[in-house]
């Protein structure tokens, strides 16, 4: 499915069906909405689904990878190659996502956007799902990342992949895997969110007080230079994203346009979740934020899609680490849709005034 095509299926939340959801929670066996946000996740689930049983059960996280040109700055404390050890690290089992995704019953499912290193072997034995664009972005600092159309491949490759995973899954997550990919992530927040670059520009992979410096000055170059445009998501992705970036962005549009929840996962994720917010606010309807990160630049995009994140756990992972540990608060808010009783159904008085 092409690009405009999603975008012309994506409806908001069903309203019937987030009232009956708030008609029982208002009547549960507790005092009035005494569990919180963990109603107002139920009652969201219940609107995105058109269910009161949401179906939660069968969880994939989309790990999405890719190389960025702009690693070239020295941004990051890591070299361009660790990306590609890191899908190695996925498919093994070995790395933090493997460990949470586990814990939390959701499946990892690894694909290449466009990591450096040729991944083909990977893909040919069904180890990861090739989307790749191209072999990492340009250097955004020097130029656009990439091209428009290999901006508007990249957002209709994450539309594929959520509809290829579409019939064995329920809910959706956002992972990536991208050495330097906070950088691009900081430069949309900054043009997409109007704020100057160094209040959205935090320590990514763990730099020191020089190399932030640094880093600030290669992104405000690279906006500066490549001056894309708040207006149109398709350019500020192609002058100063990155393939992973877009992918999610795509994935996010495809999961929306299924009428499914999609949890968003760090700072790179929530870039994403912009990108795929500025071409159709009504995505933000099916976006569940998993967490706050200690990436400076999260609240700011968090504010602009109008979420509240359920966990503030210091994360700074990525991985879509975050969104599989959300999980669990996912099967809490839909037991409390449809286990609890009403005072009626428990024959319990209820509150007098």
């Not at 992104?219 to 398709?234: F, M």
């Not at 009428?259 to 309807?285: C, M, N, Q, W, Y």
């Amino acid at each position: 499915m092409n690009l405009e095509t999603t975008l012309s299926t994506i409806e908001s939340q069903d309203n019937q069906w987030r009232a009956r959801a708030k008609a029982r929670l208002d009547q549960l066996t507790m005092p009035h909405w005494a569990l919180g946000r963990l109603m107002d996740l139920a009652m969201d689930l219940a609107g995105i689904t058109r269910s009161m049983q949401p179906p939660v059960k069968r969880r994939a996280v989309a790990v999405m990878a890719g190389d960025h040109g702009v690693a070239d700055e020295g941004v990051s404390c890591y070299p361009k190659e660790v990306t590609a050890q890191m899908v190695y690290n996925f498919i093994a089992g070995g790395a933090g996502i493997n460990a949470l995704a586990q814990s939390s019953g959701t499946n990892v499912v690894v694909v290449d956007m466009g990591v450096a290193t040729d991944l083909s072997e990977l893909a040919k034995a069904g180890k990861i799902i090739s989307k790749r664009v191209a072999p990492g972005t340009a250097n955004m600092a020097a130029g656009p990342a990439m091209t428009l159309e290999q901006a508007r491949r990249a957002l209709e490759a994450g539309i594929e992949v959520a509809y290829e995973l579409g019939p064995e899954t329920d809910v959706f997550a956002t992972g990536e895997m991208g050495i330097a990919n906070t950088t691009p992530s900081s430069a949309i927040v900054s043009v997409l969110c109007g704020k100057p670059v160094a209040e959205v520009t935090g320590r990514g992979t763990g730099i020191d007080d020089a190399q932030h410096i640094h880093k600030v000055s290669v992104i405000e170059r690279a906006i500066s230079l490549n001056t894309p445009n708040a207006s149109d998501p398709l350019d500020v992705l192609a002058k100063v994203g990155g393939f992973e970036i877009g992918g999610l962005a795509g994935l996010i549009l495809g999961a929306a346009s299924q009428r499914k929840p999609v949890v968003i996962d760090g700072f790179i994720s929530t870039a994403a979740a912009l990108i795929a917010h500025a071409f159709e606010p009504k995505t933000a309807e099916y976006m569940i934020a998993a967490h706050n990160s200690v990436e400076c630049g999260h609240i700011a995009a968090l504010a602009k899609l109008g979420k509240q994140p359920l966990l503030d756990l210091d994360f700074r992972l990525g991985e879509g680490t975050g969104a599989a540990v959300a999980m669990h608060l996912l099967d809490a808010a839909v037991s409390v849709l449809t286990r609890v009783a009403t005072f009626e159904e428990a024959s319990v008085s209820q509150a007098t005034s």
